[in-house]
């Protein structure tokens, strides 16, 4: 059986997050989408809302499980016994980082592998940071986030003012 996991923020989930789960899930036997508690950011929404609107847009997927997880994504992914690192690449600038990650990742693990998935060019140019500022102008979302979730990343941004 072969498990993957898919990390990040997600905060919050994109369409071209949505995108890299569902191809994601048809590749593997089983996907573990791990959602980070990052104590250097601040977040729009906690842990439990995220992992809560993660398990929103992916209930239709059998094989795809959210957890949350903070420390060492390396042991996250043996926790879950996993042996697969899956991430999406936008852009070149994307590929320098996560190729680094992935090098930094298989030193510390090497039975565990990192697998690259290219975005869909509908999504290439998305990321939460910039649906965030979208929605700090009240600008529309819908061509970056599911229905609900846009919903619910406006009445977020409207309550911090």
Sequence with gaps: MTVAVYPGSFD????????IIGRTARMMDRVVVGVLQNSSKTPLFSVGERVEMLKK?????????????DGLLVDFVHSCHAN???R???AITD????????????????DIDTVFLTTNLNYSYV?????KEI??????LEAFLHPEIAG??????????
């Design 95 to 110: 590929f320098e980082y996560e190729l680094q990650m992935a090098h930094t990742n298989r030193v510390m693990a090497p």
């Design 135 to 140: 929605a700090s102008y009240n600008g529309n």
């Design 57 to 69: 847009v992916t209930s239709h997927l059998d094989n795809v499980e959210i957890r949350s997880f």
């Design 12 to 19: 919050p989930v994109t369409l071209g997050h949505m995108d």
């Design 152 to 161: 619910m990343v406006r009445e977020k941004s409207r309550s911090r003012g």
């Design 88 to 90: 999406g690449l936008r």
């Design 84 to 86: 697969v690192i899956v």
């Design 127 to 131: 990321s939460s940071t910039i649906v």
